[in-house]
């Protein structure tokens, strides 16, 4: 699956700036100076049950997969003797009572890193040839984690910064996260309020009523009907699941005419923003063309939603330039601007965002509902001057990262 993970990591043999301090917004680059080796992580149980936590991801360095535990050092992972091994360990990292402070452990540089909690369980992990990590897929119901109260953010930390954010890409959940990084700033970003997992899950009930779209079919359920979590479009649509239907196939695609047939006559204008430039494309034959060269197909609902296939696929040799336009018409799509709009991202307000018909209800009815925090993995492409709904902080001399979960 997609996620800001996906971009985050492809930062990590470099210490380049992490993606998802937003290159395609303009964001200057951080001192030059290193980062601290180490960090505290201080994980807070801001809920009404017991929870445990676990970090996982990649050792900045040596690419190691590995998981923190509460006691004994990290663990690496080892060779298994075959494919979906359990984790021979226990990585669980118990947090304290609800309403009590935090259990701190030391931080090393990570990569492609996420920070699990689960409500009143453990999480099964498993190991895979060479060795690799199999972590938790809450989208498929085949899962062992699938019935479990789980949500989870993401982080690079490497050797310019430490990123985290929020993440809505993948899921919403009946846990919610909230976060504060300090180091030379103080940044905090609020959890979803209480409720709003319920309201967005009634928003998509109601919009799948109106379009007779599968909408409602994001909502997973434990047995007894309780909502564990709402996933995203492109976790339905996930091929892995096998789903003989493929819910949202078609969903795009007039959408995608559209804006095609409109662009044929008319120029599109994209600001790659801070201060690179504006370049402009036209619709030729197929194909949108831009002035550098950059071209994109006509994209199918897979690629909108998921922002990393067909003309959307995130490819590391592709130029900065393509990069910035990808992640702006991938962003306008999802918003569904891009038809009424030929000036992106500034034309729009944050306020004609999804008024289309055929736009990410998934997206808009999140936001409709949290204060901040990506719903799609271009969520922090902004329009100049407006704020940054992203969900996300970092910092160049980071000293603690709280995560609350509750």
């Known amino acids: 699956m997609v996620s800001r993970r996906t971009l985050i990591t492809a930062t990590a043999a470099t210490g380049a700036l992490a993606a998802g301090t937003a290159w395609w917004r303009g964001a200057a680059a951080p001192p030059a100076s290193a980062a601290p080796a180490t960090c505290e992580l201080a994980l807070v149980n801001d809920s009404d049950a017991a929870v445990n936590a676990y970090v996982t991801g ?27 091994t359990p984790l021979p360990v226990d990585a669980s990292i118990p947090l304290g009572a609800p309403g009590s402070g935090p259990v701190v452990v030391t931080l090393p540089r990570m990569y492609g890193a996420r920070i699990y909690f689960v409500r009143e369980d453990t999480l099964d992990f498993y190991v895979n040839p060479g060795p690799a990590l199999v972590e938790p897929a809450l989208h498929n119901p085949a899962d062992s984690n699938y019935g479990k109260v789980v949500s989870f953010c993401e982080f690079t930390f490497n050797d310019v910064q430490l990123f985290v954010n929020i993440s809505y890409v993948d899921l919403v959940t009946a846990l919610p996260i909230g976060l504060r990084l300090q180091g030379d700033g103080d940044r905090s970003v609020a959890p979803l309020p209480a409720g709003a997992v319920d309201a967005i899950a009634a928003e998509l009930t109601g919009q799948a009523e109106a379009d007779g779209q599968p909408w409602d079919r994001l909502i997973m359920r434990d047995d007894g009907g309780r909502i564990l979590r709402v996933m995203s479009p492109q976790n339905l649509m996930a091929p892995a699941l096998g789903q003989p239907d493929m819910p949202f196939a078609d969903y795009w695609s007039g959408y995608a005419d559209r804006v095609w047939e409109h662009y044929r006559g008319t120029d599109l204008n994209v600001d790659l923003q801070g201060g690179r430039g504006v370049l402009t494309g036209r619709v030729e034959g197929d194909v949108l063309v831009f002035g550098d060269g950059s071209t994109f197909a006509k994209p199918n609902s897979w690629d909108v939603f998921t922002c990393n296939h067909g003309p959307f696929a995130n490819i590391p040799s592709d130029s900065e330039e393509k990069k910035g336009l990808l992640a702006r018409i991938a962003a306008a799509f999802n918003r569904s601007t891009i038809h009424s709009h030929a000036e992106q991202p500034n034309g729009p307000g944050v306020d004609e965002f999804y008024l289309d018909p055929v736009t990410n209800h998934y997206s808009r009815a999140v936001h409709a509902n949290s204060p901040i925090g990506y719903a799609f993995p271009y969520d922090d492409v902004t329009p100049d001057g407006a704020p940054d709904q992203s969900g996300a902080a970092f910092d160049g001399n980071p000293s603690r990262l709280t995560v609350n979960a509750g």
């Open 58 to 84: 990649r050792e900045f360095g040596t690419d190691r997969f590995i998981l923190l535990r509460a006691s004994g050092g990290p663990y690496y992972l080892e060779e298994p003797p075959g494919p979906a």
